[in-house]
């Protein structure tokens, strides 16, 4: 159910992305840049209530089209990715596969 998929840093650029084969994207690559700094720049004005109501997991929105997310991979770097609106296991796909998947990539890394 995941759509396209990015590794991005904290300004938003684009560091690596895949799309799903044979997925029509909404988006041309400009309009995806732009929905990559806009999405982390949302992401940081959150980031100031962290003191208040603890670390920040992940962040999702739901459009009439698909369900987008990011989740912070460092204080660097972050995985922006969209997932199929018809998909309702999101929270489960993201805290059972996908940041699962981040802290044994970052353990081998560290």
Do not use: C
Not at 30 to 46: L, M, V
Request: proline share 3%.
């Amino acid at each position: 159910s995941i759509r396209w998929v990015s590794i991005i840093d904290q300004d938003g650029i684009i560091i690596n992305e895949h799309f799903r084969e044979e997925l029509k994207p909404f988006l041309n690559k400009e309009e995806t840049h732009e929905f990559a700094k806009s999405s982390i720049t949302r992401y940081k004005t959150r980031l100031r209530l962290e003191s208040k109501m603890g670390k920040l997991t992940y962040l999702l929105r739901r459009h009439e089209k698909l369900t987008r997310s990011i989740v912070p991979i460092s204080e660097s770097y972050y995985l922006l990715f969209t997932i199929d609106f018809e998909e309702t296991n999101f929270d489960k796909i993201i805290m059972e596969k996908i940041i699962p998947l981040i802290k044994k990539e970052k353990d081998l890394i560290y």
